[in-house]
Protein backbone atom coordinates (compact mmCIF):
# COMPACT_ATOMS: atom_id res chain seq x y z
CA UNK A 1 0.00 0.00 0.00
CA UNK A 2 0.88 3.38 -0.74
CA UNK A 3 0.43 4.27 2.86
CA UNK A 4 2.81 1.83 4.32
CA UNK A 5 5.51 2.77 1.70
CA UNK A 6 4.87 6.39 2.94
CA UNK A 7 5.68 5.22 6.55
CA UNK A 8 8.86 3.94 5.70
CA UNK A 9 10.07 6.66 4.22
CA UNK A 10 8.94 8.64 7.15
CA UNK A 11 10.99 6.26 9.68
CA UNK A 12 14.06 6.96 7.26
CA UNK A 13 13.95 10.62 7.62
CA UNK A 14 13.29 10.51 11.36
CA UNK A 15 15.99 8.51 11.89
CA UNK A 16 18.70 10.50 9.90
CA UNK A 17 17.54 13.28 11.38
CA UNK A 18 18.32 11.74 15.26
CA UNK A 19 21.56 10.96 13.64
CA UNK A 20 20.92 7.12 12.77
CA UNK A 21 22.39 7.24 9.32
CA UNK A 22 24.56 4.60 9.63
CA UNK A 23 22.59 1.77 9.09
CA UNK A 24 22.76 -1.27 11.30
CA UNK A 25 26.55 -1.04 11.66
CA UNK A 26 27.49 2.15 13.58
CA UNK A 27 25.06 4.53 12.79
CA UNK A 28 23.06 5.04 16.25
CA UNK A 29 26.01 6.74 17.93
CA UNK A 30 25.77 8.04 21.04
CA UNK A 31 22.75 10.49 20.53
CA UNK A 32 19.69 7.33 21.36
CA UNK A 33 18.03 8.73 24.79
CA UNK A 34 15.15 8.49 26.11
CA UNK A 35 13.78 11.20 24.39
CA UNK A 36 14.39 10.36 21.16
CA UNK A 37 12.49 6.76 22.14
CA UNK A 38 9.30 8.54 23.21
CA UNK A 39 9.66 11.22 19.99
CA UNK A 40 10.11 7.76 17.92
CA UNK A 41 7.10 5.68 19.75
CA UNK A 42 4.64 9.11 19.30
CA UNK A 43 5.44 9.52 15.62
CA UNK A 44 5.14 5.90 15.14
CA UNK A 45 1.56 5.91 16.74
CA UNK A 46 0.64 8.88 14.22
CA UNK A 47 2.10 7.00 11.42
CA UNK A 48 -0.16 4.05 12.63
CA UNK A 49 -3.57 6.55 12.76
CA UNK A 50 -2.27 7.98 9.04
CA UNK A 51 -2.65 3.94 7.57
CA UNK A 52 -6.25 3.28 9.62
CA UNK A 53 -7.09 6.45 8.38
CA UNK A 54 -5.96 5.76 4.58
CA UNK A 55 -7.71 2.29 4.92
CA UNK A 56 -10.88 3.83 6.23
CA UNK A 57 -11.04 6.17 3.10
CA UNK A 58 -10.56 3.16 0.82
CA UNK A 59 -13.43 1.44 2.63
CA UNK A 60 -15.34 3.91 1.58
CA UNK A 61 -14.69 4.74 -1.60
CA UNK A 62 -17.40 3.22 -3.29
CA UNK A 63 -15.58 1.33 -5.63
CA UNK A 64 -17.35 -1.93 -8.04
CA UNK A 65 -16.04 -3.48 -11.04
CA UNK A 66 -16.87 -6.68 -12.87
CA UNK A 67 -14.61 -10.27 -13.34
CA UNK A 68 -13.88 -10.78 -16.92
CA UNK A 69 -13.62 -8.95 -20.37
CA UNK A 70 -14.62 -5.00 -20.88
CA UNK A 71 -18.38 -5.86 -21.59
CA UNK A 72 -19.06 -7.77 -19.35
CA UNK A 73 -19.22 -8.05 -15.44
CA UNK A 74 -15.59 -7.59 -15.50
CA UNK A 75 -14.67 -3.93 -16.14
CA UNK A 76 -17.03 -2.36 -18.02
CA UNK A 77 -19.97 -3.97 -15.20
CA UNK A 78 -19.14 -1.99 -12.81
CA UNK A 79 -15.40 0.08 -12.68
CA UNK A 80 -13.73 -0.07 -9.84
CA UNK A 81 -11.60 2.12 -7.70
CA UNK A 82 -8.22 -0.73 -7.12
CA UNK A 83 -7.84 -4.13 -8.36
CA UNK A 84 -6.06 -4.50 -4.71
CA UNK A 85 -7.34 -7.05 -2.20
CA UNK A 86 -7.79 -5.09 0.96
CA UNK A 87 -4.98 -4.72 2.80
CA UNK A 88 -4.34 -8.01 5.29
CA UNK A 89 -5.07 -7.25 9.07
CA UNK A 90 -6.11 -10.28 10.57
CA UNK A 91 -4.48 -9.06 13.66
CA UNK A 92 -7.30 -6.25 13.98
CA UNK A 93 -10.20 -8.85 13.25
CA UNK A 94 -10.86 -10.26 16.92
CA UNK A 95 -10.27 -6.27 18.73
CA UNK A 96 -12.64 -5.12 15.89
CA UNK A 97 -15.45 -7.51 16.06
CA UNK A 98 -14.77 -7.11 20.41
CA UNK A 99 -15.10 -3.67 20.30
CA UNK A 100 -18.70 -3.67 17.52
CA UNK A 101 -19.84 -6.41 20.49
CA UNK A 102 -18.98 -3.91 22.78
CA UNK A 103 -21.68 -1.19 21.21
CA UNK A 104 -23.85 -3.95 19.79
CA UNK A 105 -24.31 -6.61 22.36
CA UNK A 106 -26.49 -8.63 19.77
CA UNK A 107 -24.31 -8.85 17.09
CA UNK A 108 -23.33 -12.34 16.09
CA UNK A 109 -20.44 -13.24 13.70
CA UNK A 110 -22.37 -16.59 12.37
CA UNK A 111 -25.65 -14.50 11.82
CA UNK A 112 -23.57 -11.72 9.96
CA UNK A 113 -22.03 -13.89 7.44
CA UNK A 114 -25.44 -15.21 6.37
CA UNK A 115 -27.00 -11.93 6.04
CA UNK A 116 -23.74 -11.30 4.41
CA UNK A 117 -24.31 -14.48 2.07
CA UNK A 118 -27.71 -13.83 1.59
CA UNK A 119 -27.09 -9.73 0.31
CA UNK A 120 -24.52 -11.40 -1.61
CA UNK A 121 -27.43 -12.88 -4.09
CA UNK A 122 -29.51 -10.18 -3.92
CA UNK A 123 -26.90 -7.76 -5.39
CA UNK A 124 -25.80 -10.12 -8.02
CA UNK A 125 -29.51 -10.23 -8.93
CA UNK A 126 -30.18 -6.79 -8.89
CA UNK A 127 -27.25 -5.99 -10.85
CA UNK A 128 -28.33 -8.68 -13.78
CA UNK A 129 -31.38 -7.32 -14.09
CA UNK A 130 -30.09 -3.61 -13.90
CA UNK A 131 -32.55 -2.64 -11.16
CA UNK A 132 -30.93 -0.37 -8.68
CA UNK A 133 -33.70 0.40 -6.71
CA UNK A 134 -33.53 -3.17 -5.20
CA UNK A 135 -30.23 -3.00 -3.69
CA UNK A 136 -30.52 0.91 -2.70
CA UNK A 137 -31.06 0.11 0.77
CA UNK A 138 -27.93 -2.15 0.93
CA UNK A 139 -25.32 0.50 -0.70
CA UNK A 140 -23.56 3.53 0.48
CA UNK A 141 -24.27 6.58 -1.44
CA UNK A 142 -20.84 6.14 -3.06
CA UNK A 143 -21.63 2.85 -4.35
CA UNK A 144 -25.13 3.47 -5.36
CA UNK A 145 -23.73 6.28 -7.84
CA UNK A 146 -21.41 3.78 -9.03
CA UNK A 147 -23.68 1.12 -9.31
CA UNK A 148 -25.84 3.84 -11.24
CA UNK A 149 -23.22 4.93 -14.19
CA UNK A 150 -22.43 1.53 -15.15
CA UNK A 151 -26.24 0.27 -15.10
CA UNK A 152 -26.96 3.06 -17.22
CA UNK A 153 -23.78 2.36 -19.72
CA UNK A 154 -25.79 -1.01 -19.79
CA UNK A 155 -28.85 0.33 -20.82
CA UNK A 156 -27.14 2.68 -23.95
CA UNK A 157 -25.67 -0.59 -25.18
CA UNK A 158 -28.77 -2.26 -25.08
CA UNK A 159 -26.97 -5.28 -23.09
CA UNK A 160 -27.73 -7.25 -19.86
CA UNK A 161 -24.95 -8.53 -18.16
CA UNK A 162 -25.67 -12.22 -17.14
CA UNK A 163 -24.81 -14.15 -13.78
CA UNK A 164 -25.98 -16.98 -13.47
CA UNK A 165 -25.16 -20.36 -12.10
CA UNK A 166 -23.59 -18.43 -9.14
CA UNK A 167 -21.96 -20.90 -6.35
CA UNK A 168 -20.53 -19.53 -2.93
CA UNK A 169 -17.76 -21.62 -1.31
CA UNK A 170 -16.84 -19.79 1.07
CA UNK A 171 -17.80 -16.91 3.72
CA UNK A 172 -15.12 -15.37 5.86
CA UNK A 173 -14.42 -12.38 8.08
CA UNK A 174 -11.20 -11.04 7.45
CA UNK A 175 -11.30 -7.61 9.09
CA UNK A 176 -13.26 -5.41 11.52
CA UNK A 177 -12.02 -1.88 12.37
CA UNK A 178 -13.80 1.69 13.87
CA UNK A 179 -13.13 4.57 12.37
CA UNK A 180 -14.40 8.10 12.85
CA UNK A 181 -17.39 6.96 14.63
CA UNK A 182 -18.37 3.96 12.20
CA UNK A 183 -18.22 0.09 12.01
CA UNK A 184 -15.85 -1.65 9.51
CA UNK A 185 -16.31 -5.03 8.82
CA UNK A 186 -14.99 -6.87 5.19
CA UNK A 187 -15.81 -10.21 3.58
CA UNK A 188 -14.13 -12.51 1.77
CA UNK A 189 -16.35 -14.61 -0.63
CA UNK A 190 -15.08 -17.56 -2.67
CA UNK A 191 -17.52 -18.23 -5.58
CA UNK A 192 -17.88 -18.85 -8.79
CA UNK A 193 -20.47 -18.12 -11.83
CA UNK A 194 -21.00 -18.03 -15.19
CA UNK A 195 -20.53 -14.18 -16.44
CA UNK A 196 -21.41 -13.03 -20.12
CA UNK A 197 -22.98 -10.28 -21.21
CA UNK A 198 -26.32 -10.40 -24.22
CA UNK A 199 -28.19 -8.32 -26.75
CA UNK A 200 -31.36 -7.24 -24.78
CA UNK A 201 -33.48 -7.74 -28.10
CA UNK A 202 -32.19 -10.93 -29.18
CA UNK A 203 -30.52 -12.55 -26.12
CA UNK A 204 -27.20 -12.94 -28.22
CA UNK A 205 -24.48 -13.77 -26.65
CA UNK A 206 -21.93 -10.47 -26.94
CA UNK A 207 -18.92 -11.71 -24.38
CA UNK A 208 -18.48 -13.98 -21.66
CA UNK A 209 -19.15 -17.23 -21.77
CA UNK A 210 -22.13 -18.91 -21.19
CA UNK A 211 -20.74 -22.28 -20.25
CA UNK A 212 -17.59 -22.04 -18.77
CA UNK A 213 -17.95 -20.77 -14.92
CA UNK A 214 -15.30 -18.06 -14.03
CA UNK A 215 -13.96 -18.78 -10.40
CA UNK A 216 -13.41 -15.59 -8.14
CA UNK A 217 -12.64 -14.05 -4.94
CA UNK A 218 -14.09 -10.96 -3.51
CA UNK A 219 -13.30 -8.33 -1.06
CA UNK A 220 -17.10 -6.69 0.26
CA UNK A 221 -16.46 -4.51 2.85
CA UNK A 222 -19.62 -2.65 5.05
CA UNK A 223 -19.88 0.18 7.09
CA UNK A 224 -22.22 1.52 9.31
CA UNK A 225 -22.37 4.07 12.32
CA UNK A 226 -20.95 2.58 15.34
CA UNK A 227 -23.90 0.46 17.43
CA UNK A 228 -26.47 -1.36 16.31
CA UNK A 229 -27.04 0.03 12.89
CA UNK A 230 -28.06 -1.19 9.69
CA UNK A 231 -25.04 -2.29 7.26
CA UNK A 232 -24.39 -0.77 3.69
CA UNK A 233 -22.02 -2.06 0.84
CA UNK A 234 -18.99 0.52 0.52
CA UNK A 235 -16.58 -1.00 -1.71
CA UNK A 236 -15.64 -4.55 -3.18
CA UNK A 237 -12.43 -5.18 -4.01
CA UNK A 238 -10.74 -8.40 -6.12
CA UNK A 239 -7.82 -10.49 -5.11
CA UNK A 240 -4.93 -10.21 -6.95
Aim: with cysteine; net charge negative; charged share 25%.
Amino acid sequence: MHALHSGVGLYGMLFRSLGFAGGYGGGFGGGFGLFELVLLAGIGYMIYRMVRRSRGEEATAGSYYGRMSADSYGSTGAAMATADAPPSAAEDLEPGLAHIRQMDPRFDEVGFKEWCNDTFFRVQAAWMHRDLEKMRSLLTEEMQEEFRKQIDELRAKRQFNKLENIAVRSVELTEAWQEQGRDYITVRFLASLLDYNVDEASGKVLSGTDSEPVKFEEYWTWVRPVGPNPWKLSAINQAE
